[in-house]
């Protein structure tokens, strides 16, 4: 399984990783390793404009990250289009690793689009009763917030679960003013 490091749950410098470890940085010039990384880019859930979204991707591509990780990407059939452009764009311009971020299952348009896709984002205690409808086996799972003595049965779940990619992590998300606000 593939490991994903999102922005609040960057390895310890001191963690020898491998070809199978994708890094999330925040922003462009915040290259903290010259490893595989993916820039994120905040969707908003869909309503970020699209000319805003674009000029992240330039950003990105100019700072020479090897993909995009599309973070609190849209789910249902309506963010489709805005999502499809913006992989499209990002393919042109040789970003052809895209991880879309929605934390749950999406509609199935999206898998059409070529890119993987991360279908749970959330603590531990939602994982554990978690029933997996609409996930495929490959699919991404971000766990947080998991005890440090459970960590390897978490990691044992996202295997029986199928997950090709993700990470289980005793840290918590970075929660911004905007984010608790919508609370």
């Known amino acids: ?47 970020r404009s699209l000319a805003d979204v674009l000029s992240d991707v330039d950003a990105w591509r100019a700072d020479g990250v090897e993909g995009l990780f599309l973070d609190r990407a849209p789910a249902g059939s ?14 042109r311009r ?8 929605p934390g749950v299952p999406t509609h199935p348009l999206y898998r059409d689009l070529g890119a993987r896709i991360c279908t749970f984002e959330g603590p531990w205690s939602a994982y554990q009763s978690w029933d997996g409808d609409g996930v495929r086996p490959g699919d991404g799972h ?5 005890p440090a003595p459970l960590l390897t049965a978490a990691r044992r779940l996202m295997g029986r679960r199928g997950a090709g990619f993700g990470l289980a992590t005793d840290a918590a998300p970075r929660i911004s003013a905007a984010t608790a606000s919508r609370g």
Request: net charge neutral; glycine share 10%.
């Open 1 to 47: 399984m593939k490991t994903l490091f999102p922005p609040y749950a960057h390895p310890s410098p001191y963690l020898e990783l491998d070809a199978d470890t994708w890094i999330v940085r925040e922003q462009p010039g915040d290259r903290r390793t010259l490893h595989q990384s993916l820039g994120r880019i905040d969707l908003d859930w869909g309503s």
């Open 94 to 101: 040789g970003l052809h690793r895209v991880v879309l971020n």
């Open 142 to 146: 971000i766990v947080h917030g998991v």
């Open 78 to 91: 309506g963010g489709v289009g805005p999502v499809a452009l913006t992989v499209r764009l990002a393919a």
